[in-house]
C-alpha cells in the first residue's frame, strides 16, 4: 500500500470544492487541495445519461487518513452520491513527500 494517496472529488461548483478544500487543508487532513475545472462530466445517473459542468478537488495526504478525508468530504458535498476516489501516489520528489508528510502531521 502506498504512503500517500490523492484523493479526487467532483462538485458542481467551484465554491462547493473549494469549501471542500478549505475543510481539508484547515484540519490538516491533506496538505494541499487543487481545484481545477471547469471541466465536462458524462456520466449515468438513475438511468439517464447527464452531461454538466463540475469542479475537480484533488487532494494530497497520508493514506492512512483516507477515512477521515472520506468522512470530512461527504459531510460537505451537496451530491446524493459524490465520486470519492483515492489513488495511490507511487512516487514524488523527496521534498515535495517530506513537505506533505509535514502539512498532514505525518512524522517520517
Given at each position: 500500500?502506498s504512503e500517500y494517496v490523492q484523493v479526487v472529488t467532483a462538485t ?40 454538466e459542468e463540475e469542479w475537480l478537488a484533488l487532494a494530497k495526504t497520508a493514506a492512512d487518513l483516507y477515512p ?41
Amino acid at each position: 500500500m502506498s504512503e500517500y494517496v490523492q484523493v479526487v472529488t467532483a462538485t458542481g461548483s467551484r465554491d462547493d470544492a473549494l469549501r471542500i478544500a478549505d475543510a481539508l487543508v484547515g484540519a490538516s487532513l491533506a496538505a494541499c487541495v487543487q481545484v481545477v475545472g471547469p471541466i465536462a462530466s458524462v456520466y449515468r445517473w438513475r438511468g439517464e445519461v447527464h452531461r454538466e459542468e463540475e469542479w475537480l478537488a484533488l487532494a494530497k495526504t497520508a493514506a492512512d487518513l483516507y477515512p477521515e478525508v472520506e468522512s470530512a468530504i461527504l459531510e460537505i458535498h451537496p451530491y446524493e452520491v459524490p465520486e470519492v476516489l483515492a489513488v495511490p501516489v507511487e512516487a514524488g520528489s523527496a521534498d515535495y513527500l517530506a513537505w506533505l508528510r509535514e502539512q498532514v502531521g505525518r512524522s517520517p
